[in-house]
């Protein structure tokens, strides 16, 4: 037990260090290359957070422990919008660009929408059970797509370069502090979710319970370490663009390559859980348009994480 909880507290100082050279490698990436802050969010930084959700979701799909697949990810984005905004948004009131309030967060919006159709066959296809396929992982990898080009076409018209670094660092620094960050990252949080699992299965918890808490928590531990560490450091668009372009690629990349490993069979019993997704989507939306302008305000910050405490306890009930 004790050196579970030892291995556990390395892997969240792994997490937190990576995250502070990842962010830094980020910052000065979208300087050398007069690219802006919100699109290395978007890009870079939301796919190297959300590697270890891939690691553990392709493996645990090959070994076919579907609830996890499931669980990871629909608990992954939910956290990651109601405590990581949650808790970012309490440090420093989270202003945004006019393209991340009317784009970016309405096309993650439409990503959960369309996979709550994909899954659910029983409902709208009168199926006799409902399953995530092969084909269903080609469409989302479509759209995925789209969403690259999207980006593509921000980085040719995108005007708002990053901050002056205080720094200058040679490309090799920056390069190595890339790699350093992205490793802790991923080391870090492989090692926080293995070790979590095992204390979990101690407690005799289901697998659905285990991937919503447990595991999209620990492998979500990026994204908490980098949006806060972005937050503190004032780069609201790496904040907000690491969490919209992370949950994204979780929804249409790593679920897809999920069903297209193993297709993924679907209980109605996730859909409770795929609302809370939607109305965190839609909440962060509206927010942008409550109070300041473009901006998610402290008080919907703590709103964000008095409901997901709310719903915490909800699924410990349920246990």
């Known amino acids: 037990m004790i050196t579970i909880i030892l291995l556990i507290i390395l892997g969240l100082i792994l997490v937190l260090k990576g995250a502070d050279f990842f962010v830094d490698s980020a910052s000065f990436i979208a300087h ?45 984005n939910n956290f990651n919008l109601f405590i990581i905004l949650g808790f970012a948004g309490i440090i420093t009131p989270l202003s945004v660009h006019s393209n991340t309030a009317w784009k970016e967060i309405p096309f993650s919006l ?62 090799f620094k920056i390069i190595l502090f890339f790699i350093a960050g992205l490793t802790g990252l991923i080391l870090g949080g492989q090692i926080v979710v293995n070790n979590a699992t095992k204390l979990a299965v101690l407690l005799n918890a289901s697998e659905k319970f285990i991937g919503l808490t447990i595991v999209s928590v620990g492998t979500s531990l990026p994204e908490l370490a980098t949006s806060l560490v972005a937050a503190i450091k004032k780069n609201n668009d790496i904040a907000v663009g690491n969490i919209i372009g992370s949950n994204i690629f979780n929804l249409l990349l790593i679920l897809a390559l999920s069903a297209i490993v193993n297709p993924i069979e679907y209980h109605l019993k996730f859909n409770i859980d795929f609302f809370i997704l939607m109305g965190g989507t839609l909440f962060l939306f509206l927010g942008m348009y409550t109070g300041k302008r473009k901006k998610l305000d402290r008080w919907e910050s703590l709103l964000l994480f008095i409901f997901y405490t709310a719903y915490m306890v909800y699924l410990i009930m349920l246990q």
């Open 32 to 76: 050398k290359f007069n690219i802006s802050e919100l699109a290395i969010g978007l890009t870079i930084v939301a796919f190297g957070t959300s590697a270890p959700e891939l690691v553990v979701n392709i493996f645990a799909s090959a070994q076919n422990h579907q609830e996890i697949v499931l669980a990871n990810i629909i608990g992954s």
């Open 110 to 171: 439409i990503a959960v929408v369309l996979l709550f159709f994909l899954m659910n066959d029983r409902l709208f296809n009168t199926a006799s059970f409902s399953v995530l396929s092969r084909l269903d992982g080609f469409i989302l990898l479509f759209f995925f797509l789209l969403f690259l080009y999207y980006v593509y076409k921000q980085l040719k018209k995108d005007n708002h370069t990053s901050k002056l670094p205080k720094k200058e660092f040679s490309k």
